[in-house]
């Protein structure tokens, strides 16, 4: 289960950098927030920091975002991964 959430963020992160996004918009901010959510849930010694990790993403997301995009679908897939990461 780890594995898919990691693929799916991997993969997302190969999209948005082959694009090359300016500094400071939504995709860089994404690409932020997707590597420093890799490292905690790749790092997470409990459940609950999984959790966390994810509301954090989450609230990124729909904070951030254009809810009309696919970049938002893909990046709530990502969340959707990750609350059932920490359920498991």
């Not at 254009?66 to 991964?81: A, G, K, V």
């Amino acid at each position: 289960m780890m594995q898919d959430v990691i693929s799916a963020i991997d993969m997302l992160l190969i999209k948005l950098e082959r694009q090359g996004p300016g500094s400071d918009s939504v995709e860089w901010f994404l690409i932020n927030q997707l590597k420093d959510y890799k490292r905690l849930i790749q790092h997470a010694k409990s459940k609950q920091e999984i959790a966390d990790a994810t509301i954090g993403l989450s609230r990124f997301c729909t904070e951030s975002m254009n809810w009309d995009t696919e970049l938002y679908r893909e990046c709530t897939e990502i969340t959707r991964l990750g609350r059932r990461l920490a359920k498991a």
